[in-house]
């Protein structure tokens, strides 16, 4: 009896050696597991130019399980993500998304905008102080310059002493040097000879790796390609008929339909420009940033880094064809597996859990104003050089010759404030008068005086957009809203800028390191994404932020 007492002993000892050594290797491991959740390897902001909301589920059944499925099932989604202001273009919609806040604040109100003490417009990435580097020399005067704030991208690399790396890549060159912020790498696309460049604001000689990406010429074999749909065409069920009166044909092609030779088409159609307009242009984008990933050595230090890719060619493509296209759904049922290809090789370079990516877009769009009105839906074109023309024989009636129009841009008048000045004309009568005869003309719904703009404060519906996107220096002295629907533009094709929830309604999702699955319908802005970012790092907030961190993704 003393033996088998002896032997159960022996037995509990060893039980209870190898549960301590259980516990102790889980206990390791946690810590580990801690570690390692400390901060990710890299942060992947993905921006789709002017990727609609529903995209994400309009074209599902034709996805993948590994591309937006996969982001959506284990990513956290705000279904109800909006811009909080007006215009919604690409400039300031990446500015917006990168400093957390408003036009009004960062100051990137348009694309282009006029300029009174220059009496001209400039580009919003526009910097005539720096110059080409790789590319061409008229592609070249680019940098974040323009951008009055700092970015979520700049406050990572001050919370790091710059020992942070951040590299944007984008075809459009705003896509790029807005996102990349102050501190960053910018790379853009250069259609004039099919290379990635930058600016001397950035470097004065290519790094090694982008030269050795743009002596491959991969855009030559993306352009040697007939661009047809990847599916069946019976599987396209979500789009119109290719054959149609709304879309905008390629030059050179009579209907706006599959298949399309680019070979035979690309010398007309902007030369080596032309792949933009396809969704090799995201191919295109994606293979220079796996170029980055491994020429900076991205993620592989202690510091997070950070890699801001903006897919360019949805917007191009989205333009011409319009969002119900099939060409606008072969776009997105592409560009699903090469987001499914991208994850995986983030699985295998860092881990899963060990990066962290954020998926949005610019702005959305509207339907083509043609389409809709053949389906007995409220839309309509207006003609802008019609209503300025006649806005200037107006004044000119009213108020005595003179030039008192100066410009008309970005839905938007400016006048002659010295003229009025000289002739004794108080310009905020003039601004109410104007207002009054510009809401004759169909399809303006409403329009806004600068005076308005400056003395009240708006906090709700449409004026409080055009406010967040108004600045006291730059803008005009009326801001006109279209009905919804309707377009400044032609029979073909279409646009974005509006207020309305066809160019305000973007995905806002965050994957990845530190990121619970689930979605909330309540209402998110895009500027909310840096601050959550940055309270996700544990860094800085840009300084002019003014949205809210995503509250649901810290509870």
Known sequence: MRSLSLERQTVLKMKKTILLGVLFSLISISILAQETAQKPKIIVGIVVDQMRQEYFYKFSENYTEGGFKRLLRDGFEMKNGHYNYIPTYTGPGHASVYTGTTPATHGIIGNNWYVRSLNKSIYCASDSTVTHVGGTPMSGEISPRNLLTTTITDELRFSTNKRSKVVAVAIKDRGASLPGGHLGDAYWYD?????????????EELPKWVKDF??????????????????????????????????????????????????????????????????????????????????????????????????????????????????????????????????????????????????????????????????????GNINT???????RGYTSQVYGEGN???????????????LAKDKGVDIVAMQNDLADFLLRFNGIKEVYTANAMRNTSFDQHRPNLLQMGYNHK?????????????????????THGTGFTYDTHVPILFYGWGIKSGHSTRYATVTDIAPT????LNIRLPNGATGEPIHELFN
Do not use: C
């Open 191 to 203: 259609s004039n000879n099919g290379e990635f460049m930058t600016s001397t604001y950035y470097y």
């Open 214 to 379: 743009n002596s491959k010429k991969q855009v030559d074999q993306y352009l040697d390609q007939t661009w047809e749909p990847l599916l069946p065409t019976e599987k396209y069920v979500n789009s119109i008929d290719d054959n149609n009166d709304f879309e905008a044909p390629f030059i050179g092609k009579e209907t706006p339909t599959f298949p399309y030779d680019l070979a035979s088409l690309k010398e007309d159609n902007g030369g080596y420009g032309m792949v933009a307009s396809t969704p090799y242009g995201n191919s295109l984008t994606l293979d220079f940033a796996y170029a980055a990933i491994e020429g900076e050595k991205l993620g592989q230090g202690e510091d997070t880094d950070f890699l801001a890719v903006s897919f360019s060619s949805p917007d191009y493509i989205g333009h011409r064809f319009g969002p119900s296209s099939k060409e606008l759904e072969d776009n997105y049922i592409r560009l699903d597996r090469e987001m499914e290809k991208f994850l995986n090789f983030l699985d295998e370079e860092y881990g899963k859990d060990n990066y962290l990516v954020f998926l949005s877009a610019d702005h959305g769009v509207a339907d083509i104003a043609t389409y809709m009105q053949s389906e007995n839906v409220p839309a």
């Open 385 to 391: 050089g019609y209503i300025l023309g006649q806005l």
């Open 404 to 418: 008192w129009i100066i410009n008309g841009s970005n839905d938007q008048i400016f006048l002659n404030h010295k």
């Open 474 to 494: 730059a803008s005009g002295d009326l801001l006109i809203i279209y009905e919804p629907a309707w377009l400044a533009g032609g029979a073909r094709g279409t």
């Open 533 to 536: 970012l940055s309270m996700l």
